[in-house]
């Protein structure tokens, strides 16, 4: 458990320098050691590997374990291509958020309090 700890906090460091090749290896790795231990289950499989063969950086399971739900980071805005790979093996849904960058300051103007 302390490499995953430690998965953790260099994924921190990776996401926060926006370095998704290595964000992606580490959340590869994430998996492998909870897969080693018996915590993911043929769903999860099918849809990392399905992930991954379509050009994933990464992908873990997510939730707990066996229930066929995933996480893949996918390298670009187009995402059609992981959903077409996760749907063909057997995703039931799939949920793609849209990234922001998050609450903005804005310059006092006129109408402002």
């Not at 996401?15 to 998704?20: E, K, N, S, T, Y």
């Not at 909870?34 to 999860?44: A, K, L, T, W």
């Not at 849809?47 to 995933?70: P, S, V």
Request: glycine content about 16%; aromatic content about 2%; charged content about 25%.
């Amino acid at each position: 458990m302390e490499r995953a700890a430690e998965l953790g906090r260099l994924g921190k460091r990776a996401l926060l320098l926006g370095d998704l090749a290595q964000l992606g290896a580490l959340m590869n790795e994430n998996h492998a050691l909870v897969r080693d231990v018996g915590g993911s289950g043929e769903p999860n499989e099918r849809l990392i590997a399905a992930a991954l063969g379509a050009g994933a950086l990464g992908a873990k399971l997510a939730g707990a374990g066996d229930g066929g739900t995933i996480v893949a980071l996918w390298p670009g805005a187009d995402a059609r291509p992981l959903e077409e790979a996760l749907r063909r093996a057997g995703a039931a849904a799939l949920y793609r958020p849209r990234p922001v960058r998050g609450v903005a300051l804005e310059p006092a103007g006129e109408g402002s309090a």
